[in-house]
């Protein structure tokens, strides 16, 4: 990776600098766009209807190897860089707190160190990196699958940024999202209350009604909700709006379907009980992911292939910086941990704790296991053969989503992790290329775990992406 280091670095630093949020990403596209425009990929910007979306391409042939970046921030996680306590950057409201400034750039980096193993090998391939705008909240990979962007792939690549080096597997919940906005009667709330119908109080109702639903669902389905407008501040007006935002999650796109429909019926109910009405308004959605055990296991053995970072005392000491703001439940969250249980799990919870930085691959195997949370490479796992890794970019127990992340998003530390994260996608291509017989075999996989089903969206055709969304 010596041959790019310094520029995945900057091209890093810049996107994190830029902290541009879902659908507003166009100075961290851009920046991408062009670094590819000058190593000689074809650059298609602006696709699937999001002007932060783009494709890259460079060679002929199959296999055709994908991978996926991100880029996009999340909004309130304003940070300095490298301050191990809570400090916002000056005139900055937003930050890369999930680490997808990592994460494009890794992607951006195998993109191109594939494109020089064709090159020097002459083998047939086709290297594709496909830029994927807000996956925090926006569900950008569902629209790029809509629009056929991962339809040509034989295979998709990705990674995620965290404390630990662990392949995923199992899958993660499908979910969507919709905003509920309830119209009322406002009035005097003392002298005219009989005349008053109040939004807020259908939105209160809703809300009952819901929590009263979550006996009734299944032990791995969720549900969340942010009341978005009160309709006001003054308690002595009848108020004549108010909004919620529901997120429905469940371990498949047809449950989310169906837990989403009773959600809109207890909506319709609170409307009926206020005499209010209620609008509808659907956000967005995402599929549940479809593991391939072939690719799993081609990404562990690159990860334990690859050497891992090595770190100077100054950045261990660095670390311990950070290591002295989380907690043990911290450590023991993270990600690449999830997919362990049991004794298992306490032990490499203890290796974590032990250590400033997590330097070892934790043992891979395949499991039909579902995790909570939700990401759009569920969608383009409905697509294609897909999978995906974790690899150690922070110190054991930084929480996703938070400042601490953040602060270490430009460290010495997080860009080893990068680097050695754009070389395992790197090696794993590469064995595709070399063995085309692997592509085959995930292909083969893809299409028992779905049934030979297409793609189908779970975003209503009709519903563009929604960069307005609060």
């Known amino acids: 990776m010596e041959k790019y280091s310094e520029i995945l670095t900057q091209l890093n630093a810049e996107i994190w600098d830029s902290a541009e949020i879902k659908f507003s990403e166009h100075r961290s596209a851009n920046a991408m766009a062009k670094l590819l425009f000058q190593q000689g990929f074809s650059v298609e910007q602006g696709i699937a209807g999001m002007e932060t979306a783009y494709l890259a391409k460079w060679g002929s042939g199959k296999p055709v190897i994908g991978f996926l970046a991100e880029y996009d921030a999340l909004s309130g996680l304003s940070q300095q860089a490298n301050v191990a306590m809570r400090m916002p950057r000056a005139g900055v409201t937003c930050g890369h707190g999930c680490g997808h400034n990592l994460l494009g750039t890794a992607a951006l980096g195998a993109a191109l160190q594939l494109r020089d193993y064709l090159q020097k090998t002459g083998k047939p391939g086709t290297v594709v990196l496909v830029g994927c705008p807000a996956e925090e909240g926006g569900s950008g990979k569902a629209y790029l699958a ?44 003392a002298a005219a209350p009989h005349l008053g119908r109040s939004a807020l109080d259908a939105v209160e109702l809703m809300n009952v009604g819901v929590n009263y639903m979550r006996e009734h669902m299944e032990s791995t389905d969720r549900i969340h909700y942010a009341v978005t407008d009160t309709g006001g501040s003054s308690p002595n007006v009848v108020q004549n709006h108010a909004e919620v935002l529901y997120l429905v999650r469940s371990t498949e796109t047809e449950k989310v379907k169906k837990l989403y429909e009773r959600v809109c019926n207890v909506a319709r109910g609170a409307a009926l009980m206020t005499e209010t009405q209620v609008e509808i308004v659907f956000d967005k959605a995402c599929s549940n992911i479809i593991s391939n055990s072939v690719l799993e296991q081609l990404l562990y053995d690159s990860m334990i292939q690859i050497p891992m970072p090595r770190y100077t005392e100054e950045e261990l000491a660095y670390a311990e910086q950070f290591k002295a703001t989380v907690s043990e439940q911290d450590v023991a969250g993270d990600l690449s941990l999830m997919m362990l249980q049991g004794q298992e799990k306490k032990q490499a919870i203890a290796r974590y704790a032990a250590k400033p930085m997590v330097d070892f691959v934790l043992e891979h195997r395949h499991l039909e296991i579902n995790i909570p949370g939700s990401s759009d490479v569920g969608d383009a796992s409905h697509v294609v053969p897909t999978a995906q890794f974790i690899a150690a970019c922070y110190t054991p127990g930084t929480p996703a989503h938070s400042w601490q992340m953040v602060a270490q998003g430009k460290s010495e530390i997080a860009v080893k992790g990068m680097l050695y994260a754009a070389d395992v996608l790197t090696d794993a291509a590469k064995k595709i290329v070399d063995d085309p017989s692997i592509a085959q075999a995930a292909r083969e996989e893809f299409i028992k775990s779905t049934d030979g089903k297409a793609y189908e969206c779970p975003i209503p055709s009709e519903i563009k992406p929604n960069s307005n969304a609060k």
Do not use: I
């Not at 339809?151 to 999202?177: E, F, I, K, R």
């Open 146 to 189: 809509r629009a056929g962007a991962f339809d040509g792939l034989d295979v998709a690549l990705t990674w995620h940024p965290g404390s630990g080096n662990a392949v995923m597997t199992g899958s993660l919940q499908a979910n969507c999202q919709a905003y509920f906005r309830f119209k009322g009667t406002s009035s005097h709330a």
